[in-house]
């Protein structure tokens, strides 16, 4: 039902940004809730930050606030990931996810969501 491509991945050097893009196929998806997880090689899945679909309600990990912002822009079917002061621990692919807002009860479950992207590479060098 809803496709979702994840683009923006690479390479950067510790203290750098990225901003990493999660497009829909269509406009069904933005009337679900975003997130983006991510796992680094011989690491569980991790919960990264979420957005409802509105964009008015926001999580994150806490790894990652004050550093990390999602948004997402439903004119553009897409949802977005900026990522500033990027840390060699911040190195995984990062997943999106969605699912339907008015069934996902917690945010930062990945049992939650049923529709992932593929994947995108981050690598932060130290």
């Known amino acids: 039902q809803v496709q979702l491509v994840e683009s923006g991945g690479g390479l950067v050097q510790a203290g750098g940004s990225l901003r990493l893009s999660c497009a829909n196929s269509g406009r069904t998806g933005n009337y679900f809730s975003k997130s983006w997880f991510r796992q680094a090689p011989g690491k569980e899945r991790e919960f990264v930050a979420a957005?409802?679909?509105?964009?008015?309600?926001?999580v994150y990990a806490d790894s990652v606030k004050g550093r990390f912002t999602v948004s997402r822009d439903n004119a553009k079917n897409t949802v977005f990931l900026q990522m500033n002061s990027l840390e060699p621990e911040d190195t995984a692919v990062y997943y999106c996810?969605?699912?339907?807002?008015?069934?996902?009860?917690?945010?930062?479950?990945?049992?939650?969501?049923?529709?992932w992207g593929q994947g995108t590479q981050v690598t932060v060098s130290s």
């Open positions: 996810a969605a699912a339907p807002s008015a069934s996902l009860a917690n945010m930062k479950s990945a049992a939650g969501y049923n529709y």
């Open positions: 957005i409802n679909w509105s964009g008015s309600n926001t």
